[in-house]
């Protein structure tokens, strides 16, 4: 099915309750991530990315076995929000372990992130106030998906998000000193009111990250709506390599 034909209650549902089988592993990256079939009675109902814990690579700045939670938490923070440009997700057991489930995105891997950006700028520019906000540390061009039946932006690979540390690394510096919109800042208030009210989906992301990180995250949002201008790259280090 694609990300069309599914509706969200289904996708969550599918991805939480149904089987997982026949998972192959796709070659690229640095963590063991699996292409999956979500199964039903015998039946495949969708295809989901599995992100294991088992297959998360040691990394000197994140603690280890927490990236498929921050997939999840990055879920959760875009629902919150209304964005909804993170696949559903879910954190439950697999073949491998427990992990991130997240449903598969059919796409045309020809299209990324520096053939979208001007067609869709008001969705880029919400995908890159979200990497502010959950201070991204690696968002690469091939991150940003256009579904192929949808025609829907998408942004997949969050793990590594909500260090309390500032990490931002991304290829979206286009919007640099750019007043952001007033329409994703009050809706980055509305988020600090949920937060601050332990209102679902939103409060649910303090049970995913740390408390220093959760803290980290609301003091990032006040930022932006204090400086309310899109951030310039500081450094080289403020862009991935490789691009895509």
Same mark, same amino acid.
Request: aromatic share 10%; hydrophobic share 45%; charged share 25%.
């Given at each position: 099915m694609s990300s069309r034909e599914l509706a969200l209650p289904d996708a969550l549902d599918l991805l939480e309750h149904s089987d997982l089988a026949n998972p192959r592993l796709v070659p690229a990256g640095s963590n063991y991530t699996f292409l999956i079939d979500v199964c039903r009675d015998g039946q495949v109902e969708c295809r989901a990315i599995y992100k294991p814990a088992s297959g998360e690579a040691p990394l000197w700045d994140f603690p280890d076995g927490t990236l498929h939670k921050r997939e999840y938490a990055c879920y959760l923070l875009s629902s919150a929000l209304g964005w909804d440009f993170v696949p559903p997700s879910v954190v439950r057991d697999g073949p491998f372990g427990p992990g991130a489930v997240l449903l598969y995105i059919d796409h045309d891997p020809r299209n990324h992130y520096f053939t979208m950006r001007e067609q869709f700028e008001a969705e880029v520019k919400r995908i890159c106030l979200f990497d502010v906000i959950t201070n991204q540390a690696d968002r690469k061009a091939s991150h940003f998906l256009l579904g192929r039946l949808d *025609?829907?932006?998408?942004? &997949?690979?969050?793990?590594?998000? #909500?260090?309390?540390? /500032?990490?931002?690394?991304?290829?979206? +510096?286009? #919007? %640099?000193? $750019?007043? &952001?919109?007033?329409?994703?800042?009050?809706?980055?208030?509305?988020? /600090?009111?949920?937060?601050? %009210?332990?209102? $679902?989906?939103? %409060?649910?992301?303090?049970? +995913? &990250?740390?408390?220093? $990180? !959760?803290? %980290?995250?609301?003091?990032? &949002? *006040?930022?932006?709506? $204090?400086?309310?201008? #899109?951030? !310039?790259?500081?450094? =080289? =280090?403020?862009?991935?390599?490789p691009w895509l």
């Open positions: *025609e829907r932006v998408w942004g &997949i690979d969050h793990g590594l998000a #909500f260090h309390e540390q /500032m990490k931002l690394r991304t290829v979206v +510096w286009d #919007f %640099a000193q $750019e007043p &952001i919109p007033q329409d994703l800042l009050e809706q980055c208030e509305a988020l /600090m009111l949920d937060l601050a %009210a332990h209102r $679902e989906p939103a %409060a649910i992301v303090k049970d +995913w &990250i740390s408390p220093a $990180e !959760y803290q %980290a995250l609301q003091d990032r &949002i *006040e930022g932006v709506l $204090e400086h309310p201008v #899109f951030p !310039y790259p500081l450094s =080289r =280090r403020s862009v991935p390599w």
